[in-house]
C-alpha cells in the first residue's frame, strides 16, 4: 500500500526518516503521479507555460549597484524587465527615487513605486530608517560591510511577498532580486539558499497556473565580480546610488560606499559615481 501526502513527515516517526517508516511520497502542488503496477511513478506537472508569462521579470531595484546589474542581466537574458522599487521612508529614499527614474528612463523599462510607512512606523527598529540608535562611526566602512548594523526587520521576505502578488495578478512569470553573496555574510536575506527555499514555497502562495519563481542573477558573486559583470554588460553604473545617506554625493564612508569603492579597484576601474572622501585609500 501506498500513501500519499503533501507534508513529507505526516505519517513518519520523529525518530526514524521518513522513508523508512512509511512507504510515503511526497506531493508537490498542482502535480499528477502515475504510478503502474510495478510501483514505477512519473510526475507530470499541472502548469501551463506562457511564452510571454515566462519571458516577463519583475526586479527589486533599489537604485544600488546589485539590483541594476541584476535587471541588465535580465534583459540581456531576453526578458520583458520591469523595475519595482520601494519607497520605505529610510535616510536615502530621495536620492534613489531619482536615480531609479533614471535608471528605468536608460534601460527604457517600465518602473513601478510603492510608498508605504511599513518600515517605519509600523515594524521600526532600524537605523536606515532612523527607528533606532543612530550608527556609530566605527560601524561605518568596513565593519558596515561586515556585519549587520542596518538590518531593516525582514526587509528582503516582505519585498519579495508583495512583488510575488504583483507578479501573480499582472502575469510576470519571475522576481528578481539583487542580492549577493559579499552581503550574504552579514544579511542572512542575500543568501541564495533564502531565495532557494522561497521558490519552494511559492507554489503553495499563489494560484493554479500563476506559477511565480524567484531569481537571483548576481546572487553567486562578490561585490568586484558584480561590478566587474556590469562593466562588461554596459550596465549604467553612473546612475547608480548605493550610500546609505541622501546626500549629493556618495558619503564614502558607509558600508556599501565601502564595498562598491573596494569593487572598482579590484578591477583598476574608475567608479564614475563621486564620493565626499574620494581621497580616501580603500584598504
Known amino acids: 500500500m501506498l500513501f500519499f501526502t503533501s507534508l513529507e513527515y505526516y505519517l513518519g516517526q520523529v525518530d526514524k ?38 519571458r516577463r521579470a519583475l526586479v527589486v531595484c533599489s537604485a544600488g549597484l546589485d539590483s541594476t546589474v541584476a535587471a541588465k542581466a535580465m534583459i540581456d537574458r531576453g526578458n520583458d524587465v520591469t523595475l519595482l522599487h ?28 510603492i510608498d508605504t510607512d511599513l518600515f517605519k512606523n509600523v515594524i521600526k527598529h532600524s537605523r536606515l ?28 521576505l516582505i519585498f519579495l511577498s508583495i512583488a510575488t502578488g504583483i507578479a501573480e495578478a499582472e ?22 539558499i533564502f531565495i532557494n527555499k522561497l521558490n519552494e514555497v511559492l507554489p503553495y502562495a499563489t494560484n493554479l497556473q500563476k506559477h511565480v519563481v524567484l531569481d537571483m542573477p548576481v546572487g553567486n558573486l562578490m561585490k568586484h565580480e558584480i561590478v566587474k559583470l556590469g562593466l562588461e554588460i554596459g550596465t549604467p553604473l553612473h546612475l ?38 574620494l581621497s580616501e585609500t580603500v584598504i
Not at 48 to 53: I, M
Open 17 to 54: 526518516p521518513v522513508w523508512d517508516s512509511n512507504p510515503v511520497h511526497q506531493m508537490q502542488p498542482y502535480l499528477l503521479l502515475s504510478i503502474d503496477t510495478q510501483k514505477k511513478s512519473e510526475s507530470l506537472t499541472l502548469w501551463k507555460s506562457d511564452a510571454k508569462t515566462e
Open 86 to 113: 520601494f519607497k520605505y521612508k529610510h535616510r536615502a529614499e530621495k536620492r534613489e527615487e531619482e536615480c531609479v527614474k533614471r535608471i528605468a528612463e536608460t534601460l527604457n523599462v517600465p518602473l513601478k513605486v
Open 129 to 156: 530608517t532612523e527607528t533606532y540608535e543612530p550608527i556609530e562611526k566605527d560601524r561605518a566602512g568596513e565593519a558596515g560591510a561586515e556585519f549587520a548594523h542596518e538590518w531593516v526587520p525582514a526587509r528582503n
Open 171 to 192: 502575469g510576470f512569470g519571475h522576481v528578481v532580486l539583487g542580492n549577493n553573496l559579499e552581503e550574504a555574510g552579514a544579511y542572512p536575506d542575500n543568501e541564495m
Open 240 to 277: 547608480t546610488w548605493s550610500c546609505y545617506e541622501n546626500g549629493e554625493k556618495h558619503c564614502g564612508r558607509c558600508g556599501p560606499c565601502y564595498m562598491r569603492r573596494k569593487g572598482f579597484e579590484i578591477n583598476n576601474a574608475t567608479d564614475p559615481v563621486q564620493f565626499d572622501i
